[in-house]
C-alpha cells in the first residue's frame, strides 16, 4: 500500500462505485437549472435548484430514481464528465478528470462534510427550488457565482 489516497493513485474509471460516489462534495452546483443561448449554445447558471435537491443538506432527495424523474438529469460517469462544461470549476470529478487535486474543503481531504459550506462552495442558503418560481422568472435568475 502506498498510503496515497484512492483518488491520486486510481483513475475515475478504476474507482469502485462507492470511491466514485465519495467524490462528490455535495455542493449542489451541479443541481441548478441553466440555461442554453440557443444561437451561442452558452450555458447560463441560476439560483434555481432542481425540484429534487434538499436545500438544507445538498443532497437529492431521490437520488436512485433521478434520471426517471428528472429526464434531463445526466448520470455522471468517467467517461463523459470532461465533455460536460456546465460542470463547476471546483467539482471533485473535474478536477480529477483535467489532472488537478482535491480542495482543502472536499470532504475527503478535510474529513468533515461542513467544510464545503465554510469555504463558500456549497449552494447551501443561496437557492430556491424550481418549485418556488414559475418557469417564464428563470432568465431572471441568472447568476455567475455557481462558475
Not at 439560483?47 to 437529492?60: G, Q, R
Not at 438529469?73 to 460536460?84: E, F, H, P, R, V
Request: aromatic share 8%; hydrophobic share 30%.
Amino acid at each position: 500500500m502506498s498510503g496515497e489516497p484512492f483518488w491520486r493513485t486510481k483513475k475515475l474509471g478504476e474507482m469502485t462505485p462507492t470511491e466514485w460516489e465519495s467524490l462528490c462534495d455535495g455542493c449542489g452546483k451541479c443541481c441548478l437549472l441553466k440555461l442554453q443561448d440557443e444561437d451561442s449554445s452558452t450555458i447560463y447558471h441560476t439560483d434555481v435548484a432542481c425540484k429534487l435537491l434538499n436545500l438544507e443538506t445538498c443532497k437529492c432527495s431521490r437520488y436512485k430514481d433521478r434520471q426517471k424523474l428528472v429526464p434531463d438529469c445526466i448520470k455522471l460517469d468517467a467517461g463523459n464528465i470532461a465533455g460536460l462544461d456546465f460542470m463547476p470549476t471546483t467539482c471533485a470529478y473535474r478536477l480529477l478528470a483535467d489532472g488537478q487535486d482535491l480542495p482543502w474543503w472536499h470532504p475527503l481531504v478535510s474529513g468533515r462534510r461542513d467544510t464545503v459550506y465554510k469555504a463558500g462552495v456549497s449552494i447551501k442558503y443561496r437557492v430556491i427550488s424550481e418549485d418556488d418560481i414559475d418557469e417564464t422568472d428563470l432568465p431572471s435568475r441568472m447568476v455567475e457565482w455557481p462558475r
